[in-house]
Each structure stands twice: as structure tokens, then as C-alpha cells.
């Protein structure tokens, strides 16, 4: 099945510093959501987009839906240490009315 | 508290050996789903059911069987004819305003020995 390019991989950042991730495909999506994932336990849905050019925030977290439909960036400001985890993204295409997710960042952060 | 559980968190079995794995929501959603999750991996649809004694197919569903009798409810049978079942098994539900936002109960990790 098909998954959407996230990237980057894994990050590596100290306390206090911003983190920025993304996520495209080559398919238009519907919607986009941002999801973390800790270690042995199910993604928690962060945030949740439905219009191109949509820029969402729920605290340090800031969510933007891109113009082309086939993108979408996840921000977190001045990271604290229960940031880390796994990030997965999430498009919705209503032609196969499945979420295709993301491969997943991975973030580690250091006191 | 309102959410989806997943029993049990962790299973071991023999191989050759079938296994059902539990999903149930509160949440009053009418459509639920099966994930497996590989490392490093995204997340794949096994099956997924948007109404009561109805479900389809996903991205990887050989060797693997699912019901949807009740609402609350959306077992998951892993089957012998599974190659691979080694994995970290995630059931979510959505449903009301929100259909497309969908939400997930904490996992079960399967081990086949």
C-alpha cells in the first residue's frame, strides 16, 4: 500500500530548540493529521487539518496544511523532554476513504 | 472515561496456533480498524468496518479475519496462514462529526515463537 514520505527520519535536539518536520506524497489529500506515538503505546491524534493553507496550533505544536494538497508540516516549539517519541502524519483521500500514514520522525530530546 | 481498549497488551503463542486479538470502544463511532505496525514503519490497514456486520479488506489482510457483530466490538483473528505475525497490532474507531480523525487503543504486541 502506498505511504507517505516523512521526513526527517529521526532528530536529535537539545532542550529549548524548535523542531520542524514534513510529510508529501504524490496525491492530493482531503486531510492531513499529525499523530505521536510513544514507545509501546497507540498514536494520540496532536492535530487535525481539513483546508489547504490551513495553519492549526494546539500549544507548542503548530500543524500547516500545504497549497498543493500534497504536503503538510509539523512545528514544536522550545522542545521540553516528553516531546519525545514518534511522529507519524496521516492524508486522507477521499477516492480510497483510507488514511495512508507516514513512515514516521523520530525525536530525541536532550536535557 | 470513554476510549478503546485492546486486551491483552502482550501474547505470545506457538506457531501454527490461531489467535483473536480484542478491540472495544465507547466512543459510540461507528467505524473501527486494524493497523499492524512493523519498526520503522508507518502504520498498515489490515481490515476496517464502517457499520455493524460489515467490513472490508485493507492494504494486508491475507492471513488474517475479522467480525463486527456488535458496534462496541471488532476482534481481530491472526490465522496460521499468516507468514508473519510478529508485530505491534493497533485497533482504532472513529465516527461522528470528526469521521475522518481517528482514534487508537493502546496496542498489543504479538509474539509468534
Known sequence: ?111 | DGGITQSPKYLFRKEGQNVTLSCEQNLNHDAMYWYRQDPGQGLRLIYYSQIVNDFQKGDIAEGYSVSREKKESFPLTVTSAQKNPTAFYLCASSGGESYNEQFFGPGTRLTVL
Open chain 1, 1 to 111: 500500500g502506498q505511504q507517505l514520505n516523512q521526513s526527517p527520519q529521526s532528530m536529535f535536539i537539545q532542550e529549548g530548540e524548535d523542531v520542524s518536520m514534513n510529510c508529501t506524497s504524490s496525491s492530493i489529500f482531503n486531510t492531513w493529521l499529525w499523530y505521536k506515538q510513544d514507545p509501546g503505546e497507540g498514536p494520540v491524534l496532536l492535530i487535525a487539518l481539513y483546508k489547504a493553507g490551513e495553519l492549526t496550533s494546539n500549544g507548542r505544536l503548530t500543524a500547516q496544511f500545504g497549497i498543493t494538497r500534497k504536503d503538510s508540516f509539523l512545528n514544536i516549539s522550545a522542545s521540553i523532554p516528553s516531546d519525545v517519541g514518534i511522529y507519524f502524519c496521516a492524508g486522507l483521500n477521499y477516492n480510497t476513504d483510507k488514511l495512508i500514514f507516514g513512515t514516521g520522525t523520530r525525536l530525541q530530546v536532550f536535557p
